[in-house]
C-alpha cells in the first residue's frame, strides 16, 4: 500500500465523505460520547499537529503520550504523524499507585528520551522536556499545522508489554505500519457499513493497530472506551 496510504485515506476522506462518522470516544458510563466525522477527525489531526509545531518540536523529536483513549489521545498521535515525529504511547500513570509501575514509568522515559511529554500528571522529566496537556493539544488552531510530511518520514515506537522483563522499544515505520494495516484489513474485511467498538488499551499494539488504525485504515467507524471505563462495565458493549 505504501507508506503514505494512511493519510491518504484520512485526507480523501475528510472531503469526499466529510460528513460519515469516523471515530466516537466514549466519555461515561451512561455511554455518552464525543463524535467526530471524517473531516472533523481530520481537523483533529491537526490540532494535535499545530501543537506540537507551535511548542517547537521539528520532525524526528520524540513525543511520549500518556493519556486515556480519548480525543486529545488521537490529536496527539496523529498529530505527531503529520509532523514527522516520532510518538510513543504508554500508560497512563494516574491510578496506577504501585513502585512497579513508577518505575516502568521512569524507564521507559529514560529509554525514550523524549523531547516533550503529553500528559494530565505534572511534569517529571528532565527540565528540558516540554510538557504538554489534552487542554493545550485541543486549544491548537487546525490551520498552524503546516504541510504533512510524507508518510516515508513517518514511524513510531511500541513499547513491548514488560511482563517477562524491563520493557523493550521496538522502532516500527509507517510503511511497515501500512504493510501490516492493509494485511489485517484482509484477514478482517471490515467496511464503512460496519462498526468496532474497542476497549484494548492504545499503549498496546492490537488496540492501537488492531482497533483504532485499523479502523481508520479500512474507514470504518470505531466507538472507543478507556480500558478503565469499560472494566467498571464490561456488559456495556
Do not use: C, N
Given at each position: 500500500p505504501g507508506a503514505d496510504?494512511?493519510?491518504?485515506?484520512?485526507?480523501?476522506?475528510?472531503?469526499?465523505?466529510?460528513?460519515?462518522?469516523?471515530?466516537?470516544?466514549?466519555?461515561?458510563?451512561?455511554?455518552n460520547s464525543e463524535d467526530f466525522t471524517r473531516a472533523e477527525l481530520?481537523?483533529?489531526?491537526?490540532?494535535g499537529a499545530a501543537a506540537f509545531r507551535q511548542a517547537g518540536l521539528q520532525k524526528g523529536d520524540r513525543v511520549l503520550i500518556e493519556l486515556p483513549t480519548c480525543a486529545a489521545f488521537a490529536a496527539s498521535i496523529l498529530g505527531a504523524f503529520y509532523l514527522g515525529l516520532v510518538p510513543a504511547v504508554?500508560?497512563?500513570?494516574?491510578?496506577?499507585?504501585s513502585a512497579t509501575a513508577e518505575l516502568e514509568w521512569r524507564y521507559?522515559?529514560?529509554?525514550?528520551?523524549?523531547?516533550?511529554?503529553?500528559?494530565?500528571?505534572?511534569?517529571?522529566?528532565g527540565e528540558n522536556t516540554l510538557h504538554l496537556t489534552s487542554e493545550t493539544i485541543l486549544s491548537a488552531a487546525p490551520e498552524d499545522?503546516?504541510?504533512?510530511?510524507?508518510?516515508?518520514?513517518?514511524?513510531?515506537?511500541?513499547?513491548?508489554?514488560?511482563?517477562?522483563?524491563?520493557?523493550?522499544?521496538?522502532?516500527?515505520d509507517m510503511e511497515g505500519i501500512a504493510f501490516n494495516l492493509e494485511g489485517m484489513h484482509r484477514w478482517v474485511p471490515i467496511i464503512e457499513t460496519d462498526h468496532v467498538f474497542s476497549w484494548l488499551p492504545v499503549y498496546h499494539d492490537m488496540g492501537l493497530f488492531g482497533a483504532f488504525l485499523l479502523a481508520l485504515y479500512a474507514g470504518t467507524p470505531i466507538?472507543?472506551?478507556?480500558?478503565?471505563?469499560?472494566?467498571?462495565?464490561?456488559l456495556m458493549w
Open positions: 496510504a494512511l493519510f491518504q485515506r484520512l485526507e480523501r476522506w475528510a472531503v469526499e465523505e466529510s460528513d460519515q462518522l469516523s471515530v466516537s470516544f466514549l466519555q461515561d458510563l451512561k455511554l481530520y481537523r483533529l489531526v491537526q490540532r504508554i500508560a497512563p500513570r494516574e491510578g496506577r499507585t521507559q522515559l529514560d529509554l525514550f528520551r523524549p523531547k516533550a511529554v503529553v500528559s494530565e500528571l505534572p511534569a517529571v522529566a499545522a503546516g504541510v504533512r510530511v510524507h508518510g516515508s518520514e513517518m514511524a513510531y515506537v511500541q513499547f513491548s508489554s514488560g511482563s517477562t522483563g524491563a520493557p523493550k522499544a521496538l522502532w516500527l466507538t472507543m472506551a478507556d480500558p478503565t471505563l469499560f472494566a467498571r462495565s464490561p
